[in-house]
């Protein structure tokens, strides 16, 4: 099984500034890794797919980046509605696995 | 607009039996390959179940092999995961996701909790 590992766990950032959460692959993935966002009482939501392709209604702020075994999520400015918190997950391999996740928070 | 609209969970006693249900709208239901995610309280996402959009095929998560089966009715457009042998452990809100390739989720129903107690 492939881990994941987000680091990060917790981030606290400004409004305004930039945040970059890192994820990575006990083993190589290619490209093929996820981004969620989830707020609280809120189902996940897809945000980045293929690495870094962004998914429908996420504006251009965000953006993923890596392959291989190294990935990142930036964050460009952050807004008040982008503190949650942001899980990776590689599809290359069964079983598909999650990061433990990456809390954004106000600084 | 897709919907993924789970129902099915309970309190259970351990050793028991449930079976989930996730209605799906909004899109060609069996066209799509789709997941059930959990996510024990406080947690992070675990990944359960895989059914492709033909049921085969099918796979499982080691934590529930043999005692989750999960299954689907495209003439229903309804996704199930019949589980058995609850345990503690198996706590948690369980979503449905649809997974346009086989990897990536890009729509997840509200989830459903089943609690098992200790």
């Known amino acids: 099984e492939i881990v994941m590992t987000q680091s990060p766990g917790t981030l606290s950032v400004s409004p305004g500034e930039r945040a970059t959460l890192s994820c990575r692959a006990s083993?190589?993935?290619?490209?093929?890794l996820a981004w969620y966002q989830q707020k609280p009482g809120r189902a996940p939501r897809l945000l980045i797919y293929g690495a870094s392709t962004r998914a429908t209604g996420f504006p251009v702020r965000f953006s993923g980046s890596g392959s291989g075994t190294e990935f990142t999520l930036t964050i460009s400015s952050l807004q008040s509605e982008d503190f949650a918190v942001y899980y990776c997950q590689q599809y290359n391999n069964w079983p598909q696995t999650f990061g433990q996740g990456t809390k954004l928070e106000i600084k | 607009e897709v919907q993924l609209v789970e129902s099915g969970g309970g309190l259970i006693q351990p050793g028991g039996s449930l079976r989930l249900s996730c209605a799906a709208s909004g899109f060609t239901f069996s066209s799509y390959n789709m997941n059930w995610v959990r996510q024990a309280p406080g947690k992070g996402l675990e990944w359960v179940s895989y059914i492709s959009s033909s049921s085969s095929p099918i796979y499982y998560a080691d934590s529930v092999k043999g005692r989750f089966t999960i299954s689907r009715d495209n003439a229903k457009n309804s996704l199930y995961l019949h589980m058995n042998s609850l345990r503690a452990e198996d706590t948690a809100v369980y979503y449905c996701?649809?997974?346009?390739?086989?990897?990536?989720?890009?729509?997840w129903g509200q989830g459903t909790l089943v609690t098992v107690p200790s």
């Open positions: 996701a649809r997974s346009p390739w086989g990897g990536y989720d890009d729509s």
């Open positions: 083993q190589s993935v290619n490209s093929n």
